[in-house]
């Protein structure tokens, strides 16, 4: 397998290790092996050197230890082995590697973490999302591994589950789904389309507005962050979310987002701002913070949803009135002592007043006075209050005289 970017001899390397050791498969597996079919069969542009991922039957580590007599140390850097998960990192000429012992896993309960244990390539490959995502060049044989159809579904544009229990065994696997989906461009397979219906038939996590957090398995709770997060920050998000929208398939992290007709607009606005997107994906939640603290959501993010429940009852009860001198909004907002992220947040629901708090977040809080408390000693006036007093004053007229 030709792999642009790649130097022959580092695969020649890689081959050389295995036949020495007697390993009977050394294989190629994930994403570049479906990336270079798409680049070889199908045209699509090649996307750079990746990641190499490989699966070893046999000890993984024992085959970097030849690779390395037989190579040298001026070759290869950075190994880090993982002994509990059969695997090391290494750099070779270079180019970075994967390498892990063949794995085999089952499911003990749906959406649970599965139990791994040693296996075969066969099995390795068994246990992989998609039937494009099933296919593994063998180093040792040199040829191509496409037990489960792969090939046909990629010269298709389909997406299709490996088994009949994919989504009940992991049903994170419906968000990669949206993922895939969206940067490929593939449709998915019809009967991967009736096997997600089925299981948010039988979902049996009803989360709804009030529900605690333990409502769902920990595992799957961190999954569902860690692939809504890829879904977010690498893919095309718009067509993603839409998928998962068209799937029914957005009640696997709220029911409320699965109606959500502001989202598109409000991930715009929070791109325009430099936001992250995961808090803003969650605005559209019946319960924002309950869910976040569903989906383990970094800590500081939590406190944003939080401020952001505070400021829009505040926008309620007590903010300004809307043509209120920027200097009125400017020492409102302060006074409540809201980091500008959340403001910012709250821009993107576009509330009524969401201009005043936009102008505040652009350019109202960045004013200063004139002067300093320096200048203003120099020309005479004694430390004290009202130093601070005439500073405010200065800044407040620089900041109506900016309407």
Sequence with gaps: MDLPGVPSSVLEALQGAARALGIPRLALVGGVVRDQLLHQRCGRAWSGVPDLDWVVEGDAAALVAELCRQVGSERISGVQEHGAFGTVALQLDDIPLDLATARQESYPAPAENPVVQAGTLQADLARRDFTVNAMAFDLVAGELIDLHHGSEDLESGLLRFLHACSVQDDPTRVIRAARYAARLGFQLAQESSEQIGST???WPWAWRQGDPAAAAP?????????????LLEREPWPQALDLLEQWQALPLLDPQLQNDPRRTQRLNWAQRLGLPLMPTFLLGAADPVAVAQRLQIPGTQLQWLQQCGELRDW??????????????????????????EVVALVVTLKPKQWKPLLRWW??????????????????????????????????????????
Excluded: H, K, N, Y
């Design 315 to 340: 926008l309620v009860d007590s903010s300004p009135p809307l043509e209120a001198a920027p200097s009125i909004w400017s020492s409102a907002i302060e006074q409540q002592g809201w980091p500008p």
């Design 200 to 202: 948010m038939d039988q």
């Design 362 to 403: 652009g350019r109202w809080r960045r004013i200063q006075a004139p002067q300093t408390a320096r200048d203003l000693i120099a020309a005479g006036w004694q430390p004290g209050l009202a130093i601070g007093a005439e500073l405010r004053r200065q800044r407040s007229a620089a900041q109506d005289c900016s309407r």
């Design 218 to 230: 920990p595992a799957l709770a961190t999954r569902l962050r860690m692939e809504l997060e890829r």
